[in-house]
């Protein structure tokens, strides 16, 4: 007698996982498709019943906010229609953006898991199949509920707020520095490692086109033009990727003042892993002074994450003197 298995959508958006060789292009691209992707991975059909569905055929670095948008609604939809969680199949190469994008969006306690993998389906070790089962087995289980977006690679489950890409090429290429990692995959089952944490309250659907939000790195040298000219050039907000714990230099820090004035003003940490400091360093330039400069700390969420957070909220109309506190709830490290 067969049991009756959970349902898993499962939809594909492109990404190495997806790749297939092709002598016209000289090495890999997307082919195949979410069918494709699922029916080889052994014991997957043990695990659940899956729904295959594909979205795009694109490497990450070309997604569009229009892209993960649609894959929001289709989630959406087939947790309505029944399934118990949904896994989005997609380039690693913006992995880190993409699920904390949705994860600001995300409303439903259903899990909704994005993965993917560092080598394509023909080479040796393809780790695709195993990043797949382990998703729709972190997809199917209880203790998944209530968590947010997660990321899954090479049986470690991230939380979408904290998860980064540090490594380019290596199977263990997804780090989740100070929050920490949300589970490990032992035996088939995602093993949590803290209870649910605290989910700032998700963002209401854009009302309005995705606005242009700049992000500049802080270099030796560094007066701030570039910040300066992203303003001029139309961009509504900019995250500075600063030194160290928030810290610019002294022109830089001028320039800071000047465009507050005009746009909002996100200062995080250009370090791979630590917050944005407060109330440590007192000269021009520090978190101190930037703050009474009117930019915003993003404490722990990382250049990349603040800036997906304002693209959202100016999207989503959220009132720009709400962008202190939606980087104090986002940025909280919390744990029950
Ligand atoms: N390393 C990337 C991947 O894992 C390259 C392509 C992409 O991000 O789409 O998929």
């Keep these: 007698?067969?049991?009756?298995?959970?349902?898993?959508?499962?939809?594909?958006?492109?990404?190495?996982?997806?790749?297939?060789?092709?002598?016209?292009?000289?090495?890999?691209?997307?082919?195949?498709?979410?069918?494709?992707?699922?029916?080889?991975?052994?014991?997957?059909?043990?695990?659940?019943?899956?729904?295959?569905?594909?979205?795009?055929?694109?490497?990450?670095?070309?997604?569009?906010?229009?892209?993960?948008?649609?894959?929001?609604?289709?989630?959406?939809?087939?947790?309505?229609?029944?399934?118990?969680?949904?896994?989005?199949?997609?380039?690693?190469?913006?992995?880190?953006?993409?699920?904390?994008?949705?994860?600001?969006?995300?409303?439903?306690?259903?899990?909704?898991?994005?993965?993917?993998?560092?080598?394509?389906p023909q080479a040796?070790?393809?780790?695709?199949?195993a990043n797949l089962l382990a998703a729709v087995s972190t997809a199917v289980h209880p203790d998944s509920v209530g968590r947010g977006v997660l990321v899954l690679m090479n049986d470690t489950a991230h939380y979408a707020r904290w998860v980064s890409k540090g490594d380019a090429l290596a199977v263990q290429a997804f780090v989740s520095h100070d929050g920490g990692v949300a589970a490990r995959i032992v035996e088939g089952r995602p093993v949590f490692f803290h209870a649910k944490p605290g989910r700032p309250q998700p963002l209401p659907r854009p009302v309005r086109d995705w606005p242009k939000v700049a992000l500049v790195t802080a270099v030796l040298g560094d007066d701030g033009e570039l910040a300066e000219m992203a303003v001029n050039g139309g961009y509504e907000a900019v995250v500075i990727a600063a030194q160290g714990a928030g810290h610019v230099s002294f022109g830089f820090a001028e320039r800071i003042g000047r465009l507050t004035a005009q746009v909002p003003v996100v200062i995080a940490s250009r370090a791979a892993s630590g917050s944005t400091a407060s109330k440590t360093y007192g000269y021009v330039g520090a978190e101190i002074d930037l703050a009474r400069r009117g930019a915003h700390l993003s404490g722990w969420l990382s250049a990349l994450k603040a800036r997906l957070l304002i693209v959202a909220m100016i999207a989503s109309g959220v009132a720009p003197g709400a962008v202190g506190e939606a980087l104090a709830n986002w940025s909280k490290l919390t744990r029950q």
């Design 124 to 129: 040796a070790g393809a780790d695709g199949p």
């Design 1 to 120: 007698m067969s049991k009756s298995l959970p349902v898993v959508a499962v939809a594909s958006l492109g990404g190495t996982i997806s790749m297939t060789p092709s002598d016209a292009a000289g090495g890999v691209v997307p082919t195949l498709d979410a069918a494709q992707l699922t029916h080889s991975v052994p014991g997957l059909s043990d695990v659940a019943t899956i729904k295959a569905t594909s979205l795009r055929q694109l490497p990450s670095a070309s997604l569009g906010y229009g892209d993960l948008m649609a894959a929001l609604t289709w989630a959406e939809q087939q947790i309505a229609d029944g399934a118990c969680g949904v896994v989005l199949t997609q380039g690693t190469d913006t992995l880190e953006e993409t699920a904390f994008l949705l994860d600001l969006f995300w409303k439903l306690p259903e899990p909704l898991i994005v993965t993917g993998a560092m080598r394509a």
